[in-house]
């Protein structure tokens, strides 16, 4: 039976990311834990026999990858052989640098549920880490009363791991259930280090349980709304059901969302119980993703950035999340074993000859720019429409146009329409609606479609 909480969450009440309250299985079965619809889902039994076959071959990249989960305490009481010692980042702390050795709490059931599906080696049902080379990290980043990520804990834990990096720790990834308040302004360098295929840890998120499109809504939502930034590497996971179709309270949209995956009753651990339970929301779709990711680097490719343009390329789109999501469908199987050759050529924003500015028409006037950034009477919504032109673009990977002005705002223009140039099939045309907010002057213009583009000029006016 479906906790309150979890209730709450299928109705798409919840605001942020739900906590992700786990109940206790109660139908019978031969392995009451197990949940077969996930399991086939992320095609597991396949990826099971292939790191098997890895590991009787010798093949693997490095002996162990370590998984930062930023949460909640955890309690690894029943997993402690995959657990390294749990770190204090929270908002509780009054001082840096955050504490080691920390004990769990009775504030641990969350963050124990998402550290069990990346560290428990898929026994009785429970994890996916396959070959049991994935050591857990736990990092509690909440804020003072644990119902909520807390910005300045986040930062200090981003800190901690880059400290924990350099010092030898062979940390590939962040999982972050979590939602809050953030400082883009101070966050956002972090994550830019993170970036670095120096670094090369990569930030594994839920979309998100309210239901909402992320590419329309007026407000932000940290950390999910990294992924729509493509100089960062953060991907994002929508919830589906069992029945392989977005969940009603989960959180959607192809730029912001990049992938989906099954988060409906997945086995989990949870503190002070020595058995399994379920869990659920975009909460349990982010470690799968974290685990995925963890199994590329070990076994499949050992740079970052390939990984994780592998761990997208992978995704399987199916209709319940067509148009949802930029991707589709994790399915373990296909990341690890698929054969990918990331594109050597980018796409590229055709600019003036000799010049920085963007070629670039008003699709109703076809006037060059500067493009009218306010009221446009010559559209039925007033608002103004211009064509871009590319080369090298992938029709099945999903493009985003990114317009960053001289001030450092970012905005991210709908797309309406991306097709070939009539009889130069070498050049894509892309149509724009500026974006509201746009004030009068120079922006830098680009283009994402698997990597991106060159950045060119592009002027508006009032």
């Not at 979890?6 to 605001?15: N, Q």
């Not at 146009?401 to 705002?409: E, F, H, S, T």
Request: glycine share 8%; proline share 6%.
């Amino acid at each position: 039976m479906l906790s309150k909480n979890l209730k709450s969450f299928i109705l798409g009440l919840a605001l942020v990311l739900t906590l992700g309250k786990v109940a206790q299985a109660q139908t019978p079965s031969p392995n009451p834990y197990a949940n077969l619809y996930w399991e086939a889902s992320l095609n597991l039994a396949q990826a099971k026999q292939d790191v098997q076959q890895f590991e009787n071959q010798n093949i693997r990249n490095t002996d162990q990858v370590v998984v930062a989960v930023f949460d909640t305490k955890v309690d690894c009481s029943t997993f402690k052989a995959y657990c390294l010692p749990l770190v204090d980042c929270s908002a509780n702390r009054t001082a840096d640098p955050c504490s080691e050795n920390d004990q769990y709490n009775d504030n641990s059931e969350h963050g124990t549920s998402v550290a069990s599906i990346i560290g428990l080696p898929a026994v009785n049902g429970v994890g996916m880490n396959l070959g049991s080379r994935i050591k857990i990290l736990p990092v509690d980043v909440t804020a003072t009363y644990g119902d909520d990520m807390d910005g300045d804990a986040m930062r200090r834990g981003l800190q901690y791991v880059m400290a924990r990096k350099a010092q030898g720790l062979n940390i590939v990834a962040i999982n972050i259930s979590f939602a809050g308040g953030d400082d883009i302004a101070k966050t956002r360098p972090l994550l830019l280090k993170m970036a670095d295929p120096k670094v090369g840890v990569v930030i594994l998120t839920g979309a998100g349980n309210s239901g909402f499109n992320l590419d329309t809504v007026y407000f932000d939502t940290y950390p999910v709304d990294y992924a729509a930034d493509p100089s960062l590497r953060v991907i994002s996971g929508a919830m589906m059901g069992n029945n392989e179709v977005i969940f009603p309270g989960s959180n959607y949209g192809p730029r912001h969302v990049t992938m989906v995956g099954v988060a409906e009753n997945v086995p989990a651990m949870s503190p002070f119980r020595d058995h399994p339970s379920i869990f659920g929301g975009t909460s349990a779709v982010a470690p799968q993703l974290a685990a995925a990711y963890a199994l590329i680097r070990l076994y499949a490719e050992a740079d970052p950035d390939k990984a994780f343009d592998r761990l997208k390329a992978s995704a399987v789109m199916i209709p319940g999340a067509a148009g949802k999501v930029g991707y589709g469908k994790l399915d373990l199987h296909k990341a690890l074993t698929m054969t990918f050759n990331p594109p050597t050529n980018g796409p590229v924003l055709v600019s003036a000859t000799n010049s920085p500015r963007a070629i670039a028409f008003d699709s109703v006037t076809f006037l060059k720019t500067p493009f009218i950034a306010g009221n446009n009477n010559f559209s039925p919504d007033k608002r103004t429409r211009f064509t871009l032109f590319a080369q090298n673009i992938n029709p099945n990977s999903p493009t985003t146009v990114q317009i960053k002005d001289l001030a450092g705002n970012i905005y991210y223009p709908s797309i309406e329409n991306i097709d070939k140039v009539p009889n130069l099939d070498s050049f894509t045309q892309i149509t724009v609606k500026v974006p509201d907010g746009l004030q009068s002057g120079d922006t830098w213009v680009s283009i994402t479609n698997g990597t991106t583009s060159n950045a060119a000029i592009l002027s508006f006016q009032q």
